[in-house]
């Protein structure tokens, strides 16, 4: 009878073990500790107190106004941008999937926002964004749109959209990517077919393109989706939360519980929560997404 591990099997297993070993270190264990701190009430100005609370902390986010204001914003962020970063990214993909003079010196430009650090951006927002000296009033004072200088950050009404603007920035261009590659790889059969069908250019965009598109989209939603919920970089660095409660997100609210207010194990509980909604969210984009036609 064959032996069940053979030599290269014990090999394979020797050679990954230092590897696993890491990655149990700095992965999974994390993983597994915080979740096993979100039972206890651990708040470090009472370090010899930490009882056992079984869900109580996952239970009393539910009746914390708070979180449900980071929630509706956190919400409000992510539908706006990822919105509009798959429109934006669709057009600049249909534009880039065309063969004209400078295609490739465009290309390369949008790769620009990409590789900016999200730290390095988040500042550079800020400075675009400063009431006394930004860019960007300076451009609308010049062009006789606002008659006096603005304290953009400071409008309850329009910081989650002007934050949202950042990160729509910073984030299209590997969406655009991600769309392109599917447009390369829809044939050009089907497009003939279509024009012998006499398909418009309307028609064989909503019944060819976009059908073919669905694995780029399924990857650009899961992605920004994902990316928009956690995010904390630009309202850390615009912002800090405010003004008021205006960009209390939920990764801001995480932050703000488990590091300022020092209680760990209700921090520890809503961050779970977040990964539960996030995996829920992508177990749907892929269920809908990812369904064949």
Same mark, same amino acid.
């Given at each position: 009878?064959?032996?069940?591990?053979?030599?290269?099997?014990?090999?394979?297993?020797?050679?990954?073990?230092?590897?696993?070993?890491?990655?149990?270190?700095?992965?999974?264990?994390?993983?597994?500790?915080?979740?096993?701190?979100?039972?206890?009430?651990?708040?470090?100005?009472?370090?010899?107190?930490?009882?056992?609370?079984?869900?109580?902390?996952?239970?009393?986010?539910?009746?914390?106004?708070?979180?449900?204001?980071?929630?509706?914003?956190?919400?409000?962020?992510?539908?706006?941008?990822?919105?509009?970063?798959?429109?934006?990214? *669709?057009?600049?993909? &249909? %534009? +880039?999937?065309?063969?004209?003079?400078?295609?490739?010196? =465009?290309?390369?430009?949008?790769? !620009?926002?990409?590789?900016?650090?999200?730290?390095?951006?988040?500042?550079?927002?800020?400075?675009?964004?400063?009431?006394?000296?930004?860019?960007?009033?300076?451009?609308?004072?010049?062009?006789?749109?606002?008659?006096?200088?603005?304290?953009?950050?400071?409008?309850?009404?329009?910081?989650?959209?002007?934050?949202?603007?950042?990160?729509?920035?910073?984030?299209?261009? *590997?969406?655009?990517? &991600? %769309? +392109?590659?599917?447009?390369?790889?829809?044939?050009?059969? =089907?497009?003939?077919?279509?024009? !012998?069908?006499?398909?418009?250019?309307?028609?064989?965009?909503?019944?060819?393109?976009?059908?073919?598109?669905?694995?780029?989209?399924?990857?650009?939603?899961?992605?920004?989706?994902?990316?928009?919920?956690?995010?904390?970089?630009?309202?850390?660095?615009?912002?800090?939360?405010?003004?008021?409660?205006?960009?209390?997100?939920?990764?801001?609210?995480?932050?703000?519980?488990?590091?300022?207010? &020092?209680?760990?194990?209700?921090?520890?509980?809503?961050?779970?929560? =977040?990964?539960?909604?996030?995996?829920?969210?992508?177990?749907?984009?892929?269920?809908?997404?990812?369904?064949?036609?």
């Amino acid at each position: 009878m064959r032996r069940l591990f053979g030599y290269e099997e014990r090999s394979a297993a020797l050679f990954l073990a230092p590897v696993m070993a890491v990655l149990m270190g700095v992965a999974v264990f994390p993983i597994l500790y915080s979740l096993y701190l979100s039972f206890f009430r651990i708040k470090l100005t009472r370090p010899n107190r930490t009882p056992f609370v079984w869900f109580d902390n996952y239970t009393d986010l539910f009746t914390n106004d708070l979180f449900w204001v980071s929630v509706a914003r956190t919400v409000t962020f992510s539908v706006v941008s990822v919105s509009a970063i798959a429109v934006i990214a *669709l057009l600049v993909a &249909l %534009l +880039l999937n065309q063969d004209f003079r400078g295609r490739r010196i =465009l290309s390369t430009i949008l790769l !620009v926002p990409w590789a900016i650090p999200y730290v390095a951006n988040a500042l550079m927002w800020k400075w675009i964004y400063d009431s006394g000296y930004g860019a960007l009033n300076g451009i609308l004072y010049q062009m006789d749109f606002i008659d006096k200088y603005m304290i953009w950050l400071g409008d309850q009404e329009k910081t989650i959209f002007l934050i949202a603007n950042a990160f729509v920035w910073k984030e299209v261009p *590997l969406a655009t990517i &991600l %769309l +392109l590659v599917s447009l390369k790889s829809i044939p050009s059969d =089907l497009y003939q077919a279509a024009r !012998v069908d006499g398909a418009s250019v309307w028609q064989r965009f909503v019944h060819v393109t976009l059908p073919a598109m669905k694995p780029g989209f399924m990857l650009v939603m899961i992605y920004e989706t994902m990316m928009a919920i956690r995010h904390f970089d630009l309202f850390f660095i615009l912002t800090e939360g405010g003004p008021g409660d205006a960009s209390h997100v939920l990764s801001w609210h995480i932050y703000v519980e488990t590091f300022r207010n &020092l209680s760990f194990g209700s921090g520890a509980a809503m961050s779970y929560v =977040l990964a539960l909604v996030t995996f829920a969210l992508s177990y749907t984009f892929i269920r809908t997404l990812g369904r064949k036609v």
